[in-house]
């Protein structure tokens, strides 16, 4: 059964900092990796998503890193600003027909002004 | 373009007390997705569809009842609310095809008391 982690569960970082959030899921089997954005009694908001045979996305400040033999992603966030603050969750959906998302719990990022 | 549109966005029901949660897409995707999000438990699925007409069990379908009649629409249904169905549900949604981008609705906060 798919686990997805993502350690810590709550980051807080002073504005202008460029952070790495970490997702480690245990079966290499994906066929793709997606980065969300959830914040505060909202919905889930697109980030990134990165195909199992890529290696990386880019949007903006944001990059996504894939490592599939390892079972790892993270997300790095440049020049982290307050507008930043909100939890960021992970999810991987794995190969096979009808597969679905198996999600991380987040992390709760905090940027301090 | 809509997107993913759930209503209502938020209810308290009584123990007992059944409801229909509605969930519309716009994009012709054909898979369909119920989750809950409990706090840090990050969010579990709880049915899902692929396609009009064909709907699964998901991590914690008890409790619940889906329908998919077309391909837009799939309402999750509780039939007797219990304190324990108190949570965040999101409805989701994906192409079948293509890079299989999950697009999420904005939730609907339920209290049972």
């Known amino acids: 059964k798919q686990e997805v982690t993502q350690i810590p569960a709550a980051l807080s970082v002073p504005e202008g900092e460029n952070l790495v959030l970490n997702c480690s899921f245990t079966?290499?089997?994906?066929?793709?990796l997606q980065w969300f954005r959830q914040d505060p009694g909202k919905g889930l908001t697109s980030l990134l998503l990165?195909?199992?045979?890529?290696r990386e996305q880019t949007s903006g400040r944001l990059n996504a890193s894939l490592d599939k033999s390892s079972g790892r992603s993270t997300l790095y966030i440049a020049a982290s600003q307050p507008g930043d603050s909100a939890t960021y969750l992970c999810?991987?959906?794995?190969?096979?027909?009808?597969?679905?998302?198996?999600f991380g719990k987040g992390i709760t990022l905090s940027v301090r002004p | 373009n809509a997107g993913v549109t759930q209503t209502p966005k938020f209810r308290i029901l009584k123990i007992g007390q059944s409801m229909t949660l509605q969930c519309t897409q716009d994009?012709?995707?054909?898979?369909m997705y119920w989750y809950r999000q409990d706090p840090g438990m990050g969010l579990k699925l709880i049915y899902y569809?692929?396609?009009?007409?064909?709907?699964d069990k998901g991590e914690v379908p008890n409790g619940y009842n889906v329908s998919r009649s077309t391909t837009e629409d799939f309402p999750l249904r509780l039939e007797l609310a219990a304190p324990s169905q108190t949570s965040v549900y999101f409805c989701?949604?994906?192409?079948?095809?293509?890079?299989?981008?999950?697009?999420f609705g904005q939730g609907t906060r339920l209290t049972v008391v």
């Open positions: 990165i195909q199992s045979s890529q």
């Open positions: 079966d290499s089997a994906i066929y793709n």
């Open positions: 569809s692929v396609g009009a007409g064909i709907t």
């Open positions: 989701a949604s994906t192409q079948r095809t293509g890079g299989l981008k999950a697009f």
């Open positions: 999810a991987v959906r794995p190969t096979g027909a009808n597969s679905k998302l198996t």
């Open positions: 994009m012709n995707h054909n898979y």
